[in-house]
């Protein structure tokens, strides 16, 4: 049998090792022995998680429906202080330990608490029992006040152990509930303090978790600051929507009101209450809570939000049958989420004491059941911001296809030159700094643009005509556009969110096209295109539009150029004499024009106007409006586009 387990025979017990060797800790001193088996470690975050532990029993108290209020001062010296207006922790003796009151079984028991029955408490985020104990354990002198039954009792603890009997300290007219002052242990901490933003955020937070609760805030006024104030009510009746709003000001998202509701679980099982909306630009966050504890791992409440988001999307694309629905996946459907998730269920696991992730399997499927419906009903109600989502959700599908099956090339180094597109007329200098890129449409305009630039920094690709709407266009002829691959090759960077602007060859993207309608319309196609793929391109400031001449004006040697037809006739005005004769030319397009003058009047760097494309920060909804309504697959939304300013035409500019 030995040889099984190795080959070799009974050892010998390890000299000086015997029964004697074997410790055994009692009490609390578990705790203080090996504080991170319990709260993670000694760091900042398990201070905080001290606090969080008491807060949360409080909040337990306002879930139940037996507090509306908590008070949550934190003081000089590194004392915190949190007080409810609940039941009040038991204080009569305890039927196990009859020489013991409730109150210091619970303060000095691990595993002991009101939770684990489910009488006291129907759903609560606190089932380990260690809570309380814990931050007593850890803390250099705790002081609890119980009132309860109009009397008030007092008692306080070093270190774990009680330091005081309970004290009857007499009767209290208006006021019940419990209150714990608790100093943590710098044997344990070291010199780390609380910090005022970290626990006035928590702080808000719940109050946001729970709109029943009112959490009245106080600091001393020499920890208070700009965004910590030294006294404060949180209270948020509209509760996790108010909490997203606040999350997402100031950002543009895809429909216009978030998706929010509020439900209870079948069979009294709980409830749950959920904001969310998805942003137009940036990555979205998925905050998810348990019981009112933050879930930052996520667990299985957020599996079940993702499964009704995904299939409620697929489904819809399935009744508007739109066939590439099929292709959205989890990732697609939450990249842009910024969503709030917030669940309440009877005796929930969680992975760890420190509760980072819910592990409660019921949870998938109560939260997905509860979801999916309301989801459905949401977007069938409002079909039209519906279809804005699911082309939002499909062009994510798209661009994460065609990052899988793209094939990027990184810019030249010193050891291998890249392959560029034919067609591009490269600049000599190595870096970006000064170096321009000139999209020039035609291989007409292109020859002139070539003999017209300057070779050390200027680079010239031309286009071939139109180039692909990519708002309106699959993904499959993104892959398939030649004009787009030779444009996004050049540049070297890649395109959506594998944007590396590390990469980028050129400091200027400059847009130049014939200065007529056709030349406009080409320009606001790929200023689509770098809109909607190289955004961040365009937040820098690195794209531009070239302002060629429409026409030259000249006579008795003095030649102007004019911009456009009003900019002619106020030249015309200006700088000639009303009978002197003007020779007027316009000029048909960059292609025709000489390669001198393409440089005087449009690449000339000293000569020259550029206007820098930006995108409004203060208004990116609009924008985003206004290019899917231009630019998008709807139609319907440029005929109105059109129909509410057509007033604007006169008629000259009609006949023009």
Same mark, same amino acid.
């Given at each position: 049998?030995?040889?099984?387990?190795?080959?070799?025979?009974?050892?010998?017990?390890?000299?000086?090792?015997?029964?004697?060797?074997?410790?055994?800790?009692?009490?609390?001193?578990?705790?203080?022995?090996?504080?991170?088996?319990?709260?993670?470690?000694?760091?900042?975050?398990?201070?905080?998680?001290?606090?969080?532990?008491?807060?949360?029993?409080?909040?337990?108290?306002?879930?139940?429906?037996?507090?509306?209020?908590?008070?949550?001062?934190?003081?000089?010296?590194?004392?915190?202080?949190?007080?409810?207006?609940?039941?009040?922790?038991?204080?009569?003796?305890?039927?196990?330990?009859?020489?013991?009151?409730?109150?210091?079984?619970?303060? #000095? /028991? %691990? @595993?002991?608490? =009101?939770?684990?029955?489910?009488?006291?408490? +129907?759903?609560?985020? !606190?089932?380990?029992? *260690?809570?309380?104990?814990?931050?007593?354990?850890?803390?250099?002198?705790?002081?609890?006040?119980?009132?309860?039954?109009?009397?008030?009792?007092?008692?306080?603890?070093?270190?774990?152990?009680?330091?005081?009997?309970?004290?009857?300290?007499?009767?209290?007219?208006?006021?019940?509930?419990?209150q714990i002052r608790f100093k943590p242990d710098p044997?344990?901490?070291?010199?780390?303090?609380?910090?005022?933003?970290?626990?006035?955020?928590?702080?808000?937070?719940?109050?946001?978790?729970?709109?029943?609760?009112?959490?009245?805030?106080?600091?001393?006024?020499?920890?208070?600051?700009?965004?910590?104030?030294?006294? #404060? /009510? %949180? @209270?948020?009746? =509209?509760?996790?929507?108010?909490?997203?709003? +606040?999350?997402?000001? !100031?950002?543009?998202? *895809?429909?216009?009101?978030?998706?929010?509701?509020?439900?209870?679980?079948?069979?009294?099982?709980?409830?749950?209450?959920?904001?969310?909306?998805?942003?137009?630009?940036?990555?979205?966050?998925?905050?998810?809570?348990?019981?009112?504890?933050?879930?930052?791992?996520?667990?299985?409440?957020?599996?079940?939000?993702?499964?009704?988001?995904?299939?409620?999307?697929?489904?819809?694309?399935?009744?508007?049958?739109?066939?590439?629905?099929?292709?959205?996946?989890a990732e697609d459907a939450l990249a842009g989420l910024?969503?709030?998730?917030?669940?309440?269920?009877?005796?929930?696991?969680?992975?760890?004491?420190?509760?980072?992730? %819910?592990?409660?399997?019921?949870?998938?499927?109560?939260?997905?059941? +509860?979801?999916?419906?309301?989801?459905?009903?949401?977007?069938?109600?409002?079909?039209?911001?519906?279809?804005?989502?699911?082309?939002?959700?499909?062009?994510?599908?798209?661009?994460?296809?065609?990052?899988?099956?793209?094939?990027?090339?990184?810019?030249?180094?010193?050891?291998?030159?890249?392959?560029?597109?034919?067609?591009?007329?490269?600049?000599?200098?190595?870096?970006?700094?000064?170096?321009?890129?000139?999209?020039?449409?035609?291989?007409?305009?292109?020859?002139?643009?070539?003999?017209?630039?300057?070779?050390?920094?200027?680079?010239?690709?031309?286009?071939?005509?139109?180039?692909?709407?990519?708002?309106?266009?699959?993904?499959?002829?993104?892959?398939?556009?030649?004009?787009?691959?030779?444009?996004?090759?050049?540049?070297?960077?890649?395109?959506?969110?594998?944007?590396?602007?590390?990469?980028?060859?050129?400091?200027?993207?400059?847009?130049?096209?014939?200065?007529?309608?056709?030349?406009?319309?080409?320009?606001?196609?790929?200023?689509?295109?770098?809109?909607?793929?190289?955004?961040?391109?365009?937040?820098?400031?690195?794209?531009?539009?070239?302002?060629?001449?429409?026409y030259r004006l000249q006579a008795s040697g003095k030649?102007?150029?004019?911009?456009?037809?009003?900019?002619?006739?106020?030249?015309?005005?200006?700088?000639?004499?009303?009978?002197?004769?003007?020779?007027?030319?316009?000029?048909?397009?960059?292609?025709?024009?000489?390669?001198?003058?393409?440089?005087?009047?449009?690449?000339?760097?000293?000569?020259?106007?550029?206007?820098?494309?930006?995108?409004?920060?203060?208004?990116?909804?609009?924008?985003?409006?206004?290019?899917?309504?231009?630019?998008?697959?709807?139609?319907?939304?440029?005929?109105?586009?059109?129909?509410?300013?057509?007033?604007?035409?006169?008629?000259?500019?009609?006949?023009?």
């Amino acid at each position: 049998m030995n040889d099984l387990f190795g080959g070799r025979g009974p050892q010998k017990a390890a000299p000086g090792y015997s029964a004697a060797d074997i410790e055994v800790l009692e009490g609390l001193e578990p705790v203080r022995r090996r504080p991170g088996m319990y709260i993670g470690g000694t760091d900042e975050n398990a201070l905080h998680h001290l606090a969080a532990e008491i807060i949360d029993n409080a909040m337990d108290e306002a879930v139940a429906g037996h507090a509306d209020t908590i008070w949550v001062t934190l003081e000089a010296g590194n004392w915190l202080c949190v007080r409810d207006n609940g039941r009040g922790i038991p204080v009569d003796p305890h039927p196990k330990f009859p020489k013991q009151s409730a109150l210091e079984v619970i303060l #000095t /028991t %691990l @595993h002991s608490g =009101g939770k684990f029955g489910g009488k006291a408490y +129907a759903t609560s985020g !606190g089932l380990h029992g *260690v809570g309380s104990s814990v931050v007593n354990a850890l803390a250099e002198r705790m002081e609890v006040e119980v009132a309860r039954d109009r009397t008030l009792f007092t008692q306080a603890y070093e270190r774990g152990k009680p330091v005081t009997k309970l004290k009857n300290a007499g009767a209290v007219q208006n006021r019940r509930g419990t209150q714990i002052r608790f100093k943590p242990d710098p044997e344990i901490f070291g010199a780390l303090p609380f910090r005022p933003e970290r626990l006035f955020r928590f702080c808000r937070s719940k109050a946001y978790l729970f709109k029943g609760v009112e959490i009245r805030w106080a600091c001393d006024a020499s920890l208070a600051s700009d965004t910590v104030p030294a006294d #404060t /009510t %949180l @209270h948020f009746p =509209g509760g996790l929507n108010d909490f997203l709003g +606040a999350a997402i000001e !100031g950002k543009a998202t *895809v429909v216009p009101a978030p998706w929010t509701g509020d439900m209870p679980f079948p069979e009294d099982q709980g409830r749950v209450e959920w904001a969310m909306t998805w942003l137009d630009q940036g990555e979205g966050f998925q905050n998810t809570y348990a019981n009112t504890i933050p879930t930052p791992q996520g667990g299985t409440h957020e599996a079940g939000m993702r499964a009704a988001v995904v299939k409620g999307l697929r489904a819809y694309g399935e009744l508007k049958k739109e066939k590439r629905a099929a292709t959205i996946t989890a990732e697609d459907a939450l990249a842009g989420l910024a969503g709030m998730l917030s669940v309440f269920i009877r005796n929930p696991q969680f992975q760890g004491q420190t509760k980072d992730r %819910l592990t409660s399997q019921e949870a998938a499927k109560l939260v997905e059941g +509860a979801l999916r419906d309301h989801f459905d009903h949401w977007l069938t109600g409002d079909m039209a911001n519906a279809d804005n989502l699911l082309a939002f959700c499909i062009e994510r599908a798209e661009e994460r296809i065609r990052r899988r099956e793209q094939k990027e090339t990184p810019r030249k180094s010193a050891t291998r030159k890249l392959r560029l597109p034919g067609k591009l007329a490269d600049c000599a200098r190595e870096g970006i700094e000064g170096t321009e890129l000139f999209l020039v449409e035609g291989d007409s305009a292109g020859g002139s643009a070539k003999q017209a630039r300057d070779r050390e920094t200027q680079a010239v690709l031309p286009l071939r005509g139109k180039i692909l709407n990519v708002a309106s266009a699959s993904a499959d002829k993104l892959r398939a556009n030649q004009e787009l691959k030779d444009l996004v090759e050049a540049l070297g960077c890649g395109v959506g969110d594998r944007f590396d602007g590390t990469r980028l060859r050129y400091g200027r993207v400059i847009i130049m096209t014939d200065a007529d309608v056709d030349g406009a319309h080409i320009a606001a196609l790929l200023m689509t295109f770098f809109y909607q793929e190289l955004r961040k391109l365009v937040d820098d400031g690195r794209l531009y539009l070239a302002q060629p001449p429409l026409y030259r004006l000249q006579a008795s040697g003095k030649s102007i150029y004019a911009m456009d037809d009003a900019d002619k006739e106020r030249i015309l005005k200006r700088e000639f004499k009303a009978n002197q004769k003007v020779e007027i030319s316009r000029f048909k397009g960059l292609g025709e024009m000489p390669p001198a003058l393409l440089k005087e009047t449009t690449m000339d760097q000293k000569r020259r106007k550029l206007l820098r494309v930006v995108l409004p920060a203060e208004d990116r909804a609009a924008t985003s409006t206004r290019v899917d309504a231009l630019m998008g697959r709807r139609p319907e939304l440029r005929f109105k586009f059109i129909q509410d300013n057509a007033s604007l035409l006169d008629a000259e500019a009609l006949d023009a």
